[in-house]
């Protein structure tokens, strides 16, 4: 039997918490929470949300709460997973044409990474194929960017980060400036496909939806430089199986690279690697501030 009353009834409660909000003194504040208000009851009446259901969702985002610590962001990869978080990359992307597209930030970056020379090796031990990393900074206007900062950090070839292993080892990760031409170039490993940590409740949402887990290979970028925005992005390996479904939508053509096979020969900084190593060159363009 329909309860003809049902609407009004629903409408009522919402309307009575959006009035809750009226008083609010920040009016950013304000205009977000009742946003949030109207979108989550409307999602609740589309779904026609069961007491279950809601249960369901509260224990899993207080697992979530209770996986997360210093080394594991799971509300992070919820986002991802949802992909909200390439959503608010989109709508906070700078409308500067010719500037290097911004893709998601991920769970593992780390303040204060080792600080490595021009030139230097952020693998600092990381397993994987030797991989020379080189380009340049600049403005969209072609201007080079020397002195910029830029913070890099991969996964190794078995597809863990550093903070992933037990202790404090801090390896595929560095942090070194851009030189007098805007010059960038350092040594750390070729980068590999893995899949996000999937053995806690995002890992179940992606089951349940018969989701895989798996990003491809990339190197993460975040630069910054005094007068223009900070960038935040990665670069793709070309090749890779995964592109086409990075778990996080992640993936942009323009940030796909191809990376270059050596077996022999000088390495671009005139050094002889020992063994196979690989080679990528992708310039960095930021956007004003």
């Not at 949300?49 to 979530?64: H, K, P, V």
Request: glycine share 12%; net charge negative.
């Amino acid at each position: 039997m329909t309860d003809e009353h049902a609407p009004a009834r629903e409408q009522a409660v919402t309307d009575e918490v959006l009035a809750s909000f009226d008083g609010t003194a920040d009016p950013r504040l304000r205009e977000v929470m009742r946003s949030l208000v109207r979108h989550l009851h409307a999602f609740a009446r589309d779904v026609r949300l069961t007491e279950a259901e809601w249960e369901t969702a509260i224990g899993f985002l207080t697992r979530a709460g209770h996986i997360t610590d210093d080394r594991r962001q799971e509300f992070i990869l919820l986002s991802d997973v949802l992909g909200l978080s390439m959503l608010t990359v989109a709508i906070n992307a700078p409308e500067a044409p010719g500037a290097t597209e911004s893709t998601v930030f991920g769970p593992f970056f780390v303040d204060g990474a080792p600080e490595i020379p021009l030139g230097g090796d952020i693998a600092r031990g990381a397993p994987g194929t030797p991989c020379h990393v080189s380009g340049q900074v600049r403005s969209v206007d072609g201007t080079p960017i020397a002195g910029a900062w830029l913070d890099v950090w991969e996964a190794d070839e078995d597809g863990f980060y550093d903070v992933q292993y037990p202790g404090d080892r801090s390896a595929g990760r560095g942090r070194l400036r851009s030189g007098p031409d805007g010059e960038y170039r350092f040594w750390s490993v070729l980068p590999a496909p893995y899949p996000i940590p999937h053995d806690g409740p995002v890992g179940e949402l992606l089951a349940a939806a018969g989701r895989g887990p798996m990003r491809p290979a990339h190197l993460h970028f975040k630069v910054t430089a005094p007068g223009h925005r900070t960038l935040i992005t990665h670069i793709f390996v070309a090749g890779d199986p995964h592109l086409d479904h990075d778990a996080v939508f992640g993936v942009k053509d323009g940030l796909i690279v191809e990376a270059e096979h050596h077996t022999t020969g000088p390495a671009p900084d005139g050094s002889q690697p020992e063994g196979a190593w690989t080679s990528m060159h992708f310039d960095l363009v930021l956007a004003p501030g």
